[in-house]
């Protein structure tokens, strides 16, 4: 059922439904420019499309079937010899196959607040998807960025906030590609819900009605970053942006990638996303996963000039220019040689190397947040004797079926197989199957193995000779009374093509209460795809020590036992608020539609307002702010130095402000901490997220921290200009441990 919240949100969406706003059309379709990384690229791929007849320049444009899972396949230029494109599903890792690694998701990663780790990751990662004979690797996700708390896809993104999402997604991107394979951001643009994402039983799909502030502000903000760090392709989204599908929306396509961004590489549709055959006017450059119908018609179109034979030249060149941006020219293997079907006799392709899995282990170890933690019951001083397991959360999951784990093994409802349509399904907010190291579909892959925790502690335990109970099913669990610590595991699952219910369930949360009422040291621990509340039971005296542990991949276990013993430490950071309560939120869950109405309509009327933009600029108090996160050390700020360049009227790139922080390790062990920088900027949110660098520090040892920030850092988008300006008026600089702990500050003026 609809709460109340979203059917309000449906009536104003009617009320705004009488002038509905429409992309305006922007044409014709820029072409690729081939500057800068580009150049030798376009200059290759000019010289072999050249040799293209028509056909086979409409043939690299579109999908075909092939021997092979992967999720799309292109055409093939047999008579030239160009091999054709595997293009596969990513997040956590290669989807829908064996024999590879599953890494932390996109949101643990975002809780790491760690960019060469995330560099790593998306190495690492995109070397399993060349091994496995994947040209385009799917991902990253800078979209949905998380307008709504109850986002189905929020997991696969690093964060809510703009500059921690574009500043990660560039790390992937160079990882991916510095791995040979085709990075591919996503979803331009406004994909913020999975109700309405696509049209189905004729309602189509919500149309995100965005202004142009807001888009650069925003949502397209990590886009620009993603552009700059040259990822080569784009994804175009199912939903609409201004009633305009985003694969038909050539103010998006053309005008703001192409030409804004001037972005060279091609933008691709998501999978069976609307379209017709003007897209290819309106800037699409590949259709997927089957584009049989579009490659006849886009011949017939040429044929008959209403698509310029020049844009499918552009289309092919931007294409194969990627291929050659990634040198998959030099070394690579024949497309889709390592993703047969598992079900048939196959040739095992092993993808996973040993140089990943320090990275994998590091990464999962930070994006663990500590929340709680009274009188430093963590680390555990000496090793417990006694320790007490509970909730659903603390095992594996009974089946392993490559990541149809993450579509069915966990909840209770059938419709989680046939999560495409982004229906009014509902499913159960907790997923009690077993463990979670990653959220659902096509962002999910299968692990070699998951370190559970309950697997971890025991053999921990075999080593110290300690005693583990357990009981992962009861709701009101009997405990030992000798229990030195009860631990209590939950989780939050969400899930690609629904939004969750809700950011807190019954059951889980009064698991913990019952557990807290009988034991004096409980500890909950919560993977979590997205923001999971805690407020109702949070100050509970019991509840000693609280991790937001998120979707650690499959070294899950491990990373938690090494943090529950002190041999690693805690330095995630939330990278989202945590609020209160569900009503602290808004826009809290996704726009819905009256009753019969074919049409719904989602006005981002907050603006730039989401999260702790929000929550700053109504005074809100959350449960844990942007950018909280415990250690098991302390830090102290000091010896700020702010020295700003003269403004430049032309380029936004160049550096306005040096900012210079120390940071001291002041506690007893060493530890690592994320130094974050916001700025005030005039007639904007009280602060926004403008730097961040983590730093490991011995006990005693001090740091100095600079952060470079562009003028770009400072600006607001003028509609009116279509560019960036810097204000005149007074800026604040802030320095700190989150968004909430600014010990540092200093004002000056443009
Ligand atoms: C959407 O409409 C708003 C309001 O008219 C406008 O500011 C914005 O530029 C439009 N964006 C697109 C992509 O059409
Ligand atoms: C187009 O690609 C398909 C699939 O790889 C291939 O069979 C066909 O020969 C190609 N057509 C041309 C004209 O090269
Ligand atoms: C980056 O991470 C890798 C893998 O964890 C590590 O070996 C390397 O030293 C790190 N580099 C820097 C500059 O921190
Ligand atoms: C191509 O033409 C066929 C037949 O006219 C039509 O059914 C189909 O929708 C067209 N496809 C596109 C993408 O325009
Ligand atoms: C040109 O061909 C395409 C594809 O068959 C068709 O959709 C379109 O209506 C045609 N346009 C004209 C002007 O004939
Ligand atoms: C794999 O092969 C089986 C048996 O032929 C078939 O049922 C299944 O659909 C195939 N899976 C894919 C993803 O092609
Ligand atoms: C923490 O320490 C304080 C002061 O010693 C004490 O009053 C409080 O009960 C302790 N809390 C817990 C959960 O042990
Ligand atoms: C805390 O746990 C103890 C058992 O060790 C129990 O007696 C007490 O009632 C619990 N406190 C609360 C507030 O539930
Ligand atoms: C938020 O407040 C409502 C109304 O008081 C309450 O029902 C709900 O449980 C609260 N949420 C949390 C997480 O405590
Ligand atoms: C900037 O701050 C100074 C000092 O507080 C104040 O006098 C001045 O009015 C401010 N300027 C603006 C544009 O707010």
């Keep these: ?31 690729g420019s081939g500057k800068g990384i580009w150049k030798t690229a376009y200059a290759k791929a000019q010289k072999l499309v050249d040799e293209f007849t028509l056909e086979e320049k409409v043939n690299v444009t579109r999908g075909f ?41 996109a949101l643990h990663s975002g809780a790491s607040w760690d960019k060469n780790l995330t560099y790593q990751r998306g190495l690492y990662m995109g070397k399993e998807f060349k091994a496995k004979g994947v040209n385009v690797l799917l991902g990253p996700n800078a979209g949905p960025l998380g307008r709504t708390p109850l986002g189905g896809r929020n997991w696969e993104g690093f964060s809510v906030d703009p500059y921690l999402s574009g500043q990660l997604c560039a790390e992937s991107i160079i990882g991916h590609q510095d791995a040979g394979v085709i990075a591919n951001v996503k979803h331009l643009i406004g994909n913020e819900q999975e109700t309405f994402r696509r049209p189905y039983f004729g309602v189509e799909a919500a149309s995100s009605n965005i202004d142009d502030k807001t888009l650069h502000e925003l949502y397209l903000w990590p886009f620009v970053d993603s552009v700059r760090a040259g990822v080569a392709s784009v994804m175009c989204s199912y939903n609409r942006i201004n009633n305009t599908y985003g694969c038909e929306n050539s103010k998006l396509m053309n005008g703001v990638l192409k030409s804004e961004l001037s972005f060279d590489g091609f933008v691709l549709l998501d999978w069976n996303a609307p ?36 844009r499918v030249t552009d289309m092919a060149t931007r294409i194969v220019a990627a291929w050659y941006l990634t040198d998959q020219d030099i070394d690579f293997p024949v497309p889709g040689i390592g993703m047969q079907n598992l079900t048939l006799p196959h040739k095992q392709v092993d993808a996973r190397i040993p140089e990943s899995r320090p990275v994998i282990l590091e990464g999962a170890i930070a994006g663990h947040v500590l929340v709680k933690n009274e009188n430093n019951t963590l680390p555990f001083r000496k090793n417990p004797k006694m320790l007490s397991v509970f909730g659903y959360d603390a095992t594996v999951p009974a089946t392993k079926n490559t990541d149809k784990l993450f579509e069915l093994g966990y909840t209770s409802s059938p419709a989680m197989g046939q999560a495409v349509l982004g229906t009014e399904e509902h499913f159960d907010q907790a997923a009690k199957g077993g463990t979670i190291v990653s959220g659902g579909r096509a962002a999910a892959n299968s692990p070699p193995y998951i370190s559970d925790p309950l697997g971890a502690l ?22 030992n009374a000798a229990s030195d610590v009860c631990l209590v595991f939950i989780n939050a699952i969400a899930t690609e093509g629904w939004d969750r219910d809700g950011l807190h369930d019954d059951f889980s949360d009064g698991l913990v209460l019952n557990v807290a009422s009988k034991c004096a040291n409980t500890i909950v621990i919560i993977h979590a795809a997205g923001i999971r509340l805690v407020d109702q039971w949070i100050e509970h005296p019991n509840v000693t020590a609280t991790i937001i542990a998120h979707l650690p991949g499959q070294d899950s276990g491990q990373a938690l036992v090494k943090l529950l013993y002190g041999e690693a430490s805690f330095s995630g950071k939330l990278p989202y608020t945590l609020a209160k309560n569900e009503t602290d939120y808004d826009p809290y869950g996704p726009c819905g539609r009256a009753p019969d109405d074919p049409n719904p309509q989602c006005d981002f009327t907050e603006g730039v307002y989401v999260d702790y933009r929000a929550f700053d600029a109504r005074k809100i108090t959350p449960r844990y702010e942007f950018g909280f996160g415990l250690s098991y050390t302390t830090f102290e700020y000091s010896s700020l130095a702010v020295k700003v360049e003269r403004a430049s009227t032309s380029d936004i790139w160049q550096t306005l402000a040096t900012v210079k922080a120390t940071v001291t390790n002041t506690g007893a062990v060493r530890g690592e901490e994320v130094a974050q920088l916001y700025v005030a900027i005039p007639n904007s949110p009280p602060k926004q997220l403008r730097g ?26 003028d509609v009116v200009q279509q560019q960036w300006v810097l204000q005149s008026g007074n800026y604040t600089i802030f320095v700190g441990a989150s968004s909430r702990d600014l010990p540092l500050s200093e004002t000056f003026d443009v």
């Design 458 to 479: 025991q053999h921990r335990a075999a080593k110290d000779g300690s005693w583990v109970n357990w009981d992962l099913t009861s709701f009101d669990p009997g405990v």
């Design 692 to 717: 961040f660098e983590k730093v490991v520090l011995d006990k005693g040892e001090a740091a100095e921290i600079q952060f470079d920030l562009t003028q770009r850092d400072f600006s607001v988008w």
């Design 275 to 310: 379209h017709t055959l003007e897209s290819a006017n309106a800037g699409l450059d590949m259709v997927m996963p089957q584009g049989g119908s579009f490659g006849e018609n886009l011949t017939q179109a040429v044929a008959n000039g209403s698509v310029s034979e020049s």
């Design 1 to 31: 059922m609809w709460s109340p919240g979203i059917l309000l949100l449906a009536l104003q969406a009617i009320g705004g439904a009488a002038e509905l706003a429409s992309s305006p059309e922007v044409l014709p379709s820029p072409k």
């Design 65 to 105: 079937t092939a021997d092979n899972v992967c999720a799309g396949n292109t055409g093939t230029v047999p008579r030239l010899g160009w091999p054709g494109l595997c293009l596969h599903d990513a997040g956590n890792g290669v989807r829908a196959t064996d024999l590879v690694n599953s890494y932390p998701s």
